[in-house]
């Protein structure tokens, strides 16, 4: 739409354009078929536990320091429900959201490493204004998680960790403990940005803010 200031023609963006945007971005983030089930309204509470995490969700979604979230804990916990949740208020409120399920992407970009399409594989998942990488260091059939697999996953936690911009969801059946026991700066770099807004289920009914 158009106004006049001074004298001068004056563009901004019409509501319209914001709404074909929003509805952009949630096709392209990956997590169109979730979002519908996935919200915060459909995350059933039964303890105070789930009550108050799922209230310090919420409050991750309004934070503009740029922090990053962290869910850990065994599956069926709530994870991925929560996280989603929170990617589509994201996305509601404008922000271009990208989705990453790490088993399946782990292996095509391994895969490409050595040839020329490994830098355009890396590079949405590197500039996404936020990325939500579920299920991370999540393997096949029990395996170990290889070397190569956190070496790949610090390349792109790092690009992001170096971008105050960029913001980061993960979820993870590894505590951030594991995780530094696998790569100290991979863990470090995860636990610095995420201060506020770690949770780990601990499988007990129950839950752990860090």
């Not at 996305?91 to 040839?115: C, H, S």
């Amino acid at each position: 739409s158009a106004y006049v200031v001074n004298g001068e023609i004056v563009y901004r963006p019409c509501k319209c354009l914001k709404i074909r945007s929003c509805l952009r971005n949630i096709r392209e983030s990956g997590l169109e078929p979730l979002l519908g089930e996935k919200t915060f309204e459909a995350y059933y509470v039964r303890e105070d536990w789930q009550r108050l995490v799922k209230q310090r969700v919420q409050e991750y979604v309004q934070d503009e320091t740029g922090a990053w979230m962290v869910l850990t804990g065994c599956q069926g916990s709530g994870k991925t429900h929560l996280c989603t949740a929170a990617c589509g208020e994201l996305l509601k409120n404008g922000i271009a959201v990208r989705y990453m399920l790490w088993i399946d992407e782990i292996q095509r970009l391994k895969a490409a490493k050595t040839d020329e399409r490994y830098a355009e594989m890396m590079k949405p998942w590197k500039q996404a204004e936020v990325l939500y990488i579920d299920d991370l260091f999540k393997t096949k059939r029990g395996e170990e998680v290889s070397g190569p697999d956190v070496r790949l996953a610090f390349e792109l936690i790092n690009y992001r960790y170096i971008d105050p911009k960029k913001r980061t969801i993960i979820s993870s059946e590894k505590t951030l403990d594991e995780i530094i026991n696998l790569d100290q700066a991979l863990g470090g770099r995860l636990r610095e940005k995420s201060k506020g807004f770690y949770f780990r289920f601990t499988g007990e009914k129950d839950w752990r803010l860090r």
